[in-house]
């Protein structure tokens, strides 16, 4: 069974740094693109990277670009989000999901984590 688990979400203070982990089972992950995105409260999900199947191609949406990176291990079967410089701006449900090819930044997803919490707040 196909399965995304988000994990190192929390509470963290503006301008702090979080690193985000997305273990997948059930499939071969070499052959996903895998995006994140979050969702604040009250407003639409967004896409906030995306990173190809081998890892060769990186997107970030302006809004995080140059204080998020994403990474993948394949062997490990794990997506990172690493998240530095935050805003609480930033607080929102971190999402990973797998897709099939990224467009940019934005992941054409087709499987979906159950998210993990981020808040920025002093």
Same mark, same amino acid.
């Given at each position: 069974q196909?399965?995304?688990?988000?994990?190192?979400g929390?509470? *963290?203070q503006? &301008?702090g740094?979080?690193?985000? %982990?997305?273990?997948?089972?059930g #499939?071969?992950?070499? =052959?996903? !693109?895998?995006?994140? #995105? @979050?969702? !604040?409260?009250?407003k639409?999900?967004? &896409? *906030?990277?995306?990173i190809?199947s081998?890892?060769?191609?990186?997107?970030? !949406?302006?809004? $995080? +670009?140059? @204080? #998020?990176t994403?990474s @993948?291990?394949?062997? +490990?079967?794990t997506? =990172?989000?690493?998240?530095n410089?935050?805003k609480?701006e930033?607080?929102?449900?971190? =999402?990973?999901?797998a897709a099939? +090819?990224? %467009?940019? =930044? $934005?992941?054409? !997803?087709?499987?979906w984590?159950?998210?993990?919490? $981020?808040t $920025?707040?002093?």
């Amino acid at each position: 069974q196909l399965q995304l688990v988000e994990s190192g979400g929390g509470l *963290v203070q503006p &301008g702090g740094s979080l690193r985000l %982990s997305c273990a997948a089972s059930g #499939f071969t992950l070499d =052959y996903y !693109a895998i995006g994140w #995105f @979050r969702q !604040a409260p009250g407003k639409e999900r967004e &896409g *906030v990277s995306c990173i190809s199947s081998n890892g060769g191609s990186t997107n970030y !949406a302006d809004s $995080v +670009k140059g @204080r #998020f990176t994403i990474s @993948r291990d394949n062997a +490990k079967k794990t997506i =990172y989000l690493q998240m530095n410089s935050l805003k609480p701006e930033d607080t929102a449900i971190y =999402y990973c999901a797998a897709a099939l +090819k990224c %467009s940019g =930044y $934005v992941a054409r !997803a087709i499987h979906w984590g159950q998210g993990t919490q $981020v808040t $920025v707040s002093s």
